[in-house]
């Protein structure tokens, strides 16, 4: 990917803010899950904030801190300002840092793993770069009040589209672009009711804060629109799946260039074979990571387009890393195609960069591509090839991230104790709910 046009510095966040005409400013952050929370404080505070931070109660935030780490404070990162422009009163908002009461970096900070990943590659002469293709379903309410794929809705995979949710989506790619993000494309997806808009490339924090942004920019929308958009990874039996396939790349520090162009077959230098060897030896231990919920399980299934093969491939759609066929090197890239739109963008990005680093590092062998459709073969030829499979469940991802050290290292003790914890609560709540299809099946013939 070329590198990506950097949004100018905001070296006077309070004057921006007076300028905007700011009432109220929104001090967001995430949790362990990726969900956003929000302190808002009125505009004439800011300054305040900036120098010293603003407290708040992390043990009341599930997954944030312990109650022994309950004092914590919101550092906002000027050059995060926006003014969201739905809102009715003038909000501005600003992404924040957490730090503790004596000023040090929070380890359960998601943003601040990411930081802490991108500073190893820098070290190494890199920068990360990241342009996330973000699927997403816009849904209506019926008679009951639940969210149903839109009845006039009869678009698929790059259609034409007239039915009004047409319009919701240019409105979105609008605000998103008021909200600072470059979007490239916007564009119908195969389900009824999915779409897909595509950001420009990025830095990885900034690509990560955008990510952020984007989803909650979108759900403001369509609320005001009288409709829903989830980013549930698998919303409906038998539709499409909702994914986030993430183009990647590195920028040499030095000049400025493309790391991952190279001369051969699939225009990839060595930088970009290890990288990719890197991603696929741990593509298990970070599958808990990139596809987060017991749901995202229902998207990885074999025969649908989701990558469910640690394979690599440019033509074969079935691979976990594709090699697009851009034709110029400056934007050569890979693409990952396992994550999806649930996770925390923050760690998503922190693990895929680490363990991209970990294969370059350690010079990993990248294994043949397999161009061919994989689906067809059996557990032997998977083997002879060397291909492995993707956890297809929650608790088998748990187990490969606690087996791996680099994704483990990559989140820090604190995040991955907290992330560990969380995953292995919903799956202890999964496996005690009775389905509707267990009632049907079993009720009265057991």
Not at 130 to 156: A, T
Not at 435 to 441: D, R, V
Request: hydrophobic share 40%; with cysteine.
């Amino acid at each position: 990917m070329a590198s990506p046009r950097h949004r100018p510095e905001i070296p006077d966040a309070v004057a921006a803010a007076q300028a905007a005409g700011i009432r109220h400013l929104d001090l967001q952050f995430t949790d362990v899950t990726g969900s956003v929370k929000t302190v808002t404080i009125p505009a004439d505070q800011l300054a305040s904030a900036l120098e010293h931070g603003v407290w708040f109660d992390g043990s009341s935030v599930e997954s944030v801190a312990r109650t022994a780490e309950s004092d914590m404070y919101l550092v906002p990162d000027p050059t995060t300002f926006a003014v969201l422009p739905w809102a009715e009163a003038p909000t501005g908002r600003m992404i924040c840092w957490l730090t503790t009461p004596e000023g040090e970096a929070y380890p359960g900070d998601p943003r601040r793993a990411l930081r802490r990943a991108t500073e190893r590659a820098a070290a190494l002469g890199y920068e990360y770069l990241v342009g996330p293709e973000i699927e997403f379903y816009l849904l209506e309410r019926d008679e009951m009040g639940r969210p149903v794929q839109p009845r006039h809705d009869r678009g698929s995979y790059f259609d034409f589209a007239t039915d009004p949710t047409v319009a919701v989506r240019q409105t979105m790619a609008e605000q998103l672009r008021a909200m600072g993000l470059e979007v490239n494309t916007l564009h119908h997806e195969v389900g009824c009711g999915q779409h897909e808009i595509d950001v420009g490339a990025q830095e990885a924090l900034k690509a990560a804060d955008d990510v952020v942004t984007f989803r909650y920019t979108l759900r403001a929308i369509a609320q005001q629109h009288g409709l829903t958009a989830t980013f549930m990874p698998k919303p409906f039996q038998g539709q499409p799946g909702s994914g986030m396939h993430v183009h990647q790349s590195l920028a040499r520090a030095g000049d400025g260039g493309n790391a991952f162009a190279g001369d051969d077959d699939y225009g990839l230098s060595d930088v970009a074979k290890h990288f990719i060897a890197g991603q696929l030896h741990h593509a298990a231990g970070m599958c808990l990571v990139l596809a987060p919920l017991i749901n995202s399980y229902k998207r990885l299934v074999r025969g649908f387009e989701a990558p469910v093969f640690v394979s690599w491939a440019r033509t074969n759609r079935g691979a976990l890393v594709r090699v697009p066929h851009v034709g110029r090197p400056e934007v050569t890239r890979v693409e990952l195609r396992s994550p999806d739109p649930s996770c925390n963008p923050y760690l998503a990005f922190a693990v895929m960069l680490r363990c991209g680093l970990d294969g370059i590092e350690r010079r990993l062998p990248l294994p043949p591509p397999v161009e061919e459709s994989l689906y067809g073969f059996d557990d032997v030829e998977l083997e002879r090839r060397n291909v492995g499979l993707l956890p297809d469940n929650l608790k088998d991802a748990i187990s490969a991230l606690e087996a791996d050290e680099v994704v483990l290292d990559a989140l820090g003790d604190t995040l991955s104790e907290r992330f560990l914890e969380v995953k292995a609560l919903e799956w202890k709540e999964y496996r005690t709910q009775v389905t509707p299809w267990e009632q049907e099946q079993y009720l009265e013939r057991a």
